[in-house]
């Protein structure tokens, strides 16, 4: 981690990664450190759903979790799709 009291992006990327989770976010900018900069992660899930109702969006994640291998993949969730594209190691 930086000096800062809160982690970067980087810092939290680099953690799921280090401990083989799937990082679940609202935040575009982990889409720039995985294609882009080329940051290893073993998955992202990118919530940009018109809701901020937690519920709702669990609903959601609970239906791509049960569906989709997520494994080394980039999935954007939205209210009416669901994208994947692969990670590329």
């Known amino acids: 981690m930086t000096g800062n009291l809160l982690p970067t992006d980087e810092d939290i990327l680099k953690k799921a990664e280090e401990e083989d989770r799937i990082l679940i976010t609202d935040d575009k900018d982990f889409g720039e450190l995985v294609f882009r900069l080329r940051r290893p992660s073993r998955g ?23 569906s989709v291998d997520l494994k080394e993949k980039f999935v954007v969730v939205k209210d009416d799709a669901v994208k994947l594209r692969k990670i590329k190691l």
């Open 44 to 66: 992202v899930i990118l919530l940009r759903t018109s809701t901020t109702d937690p519920v709702k969006r669990f609903q959601l994640l609970e239906k791509i979790l049960q």
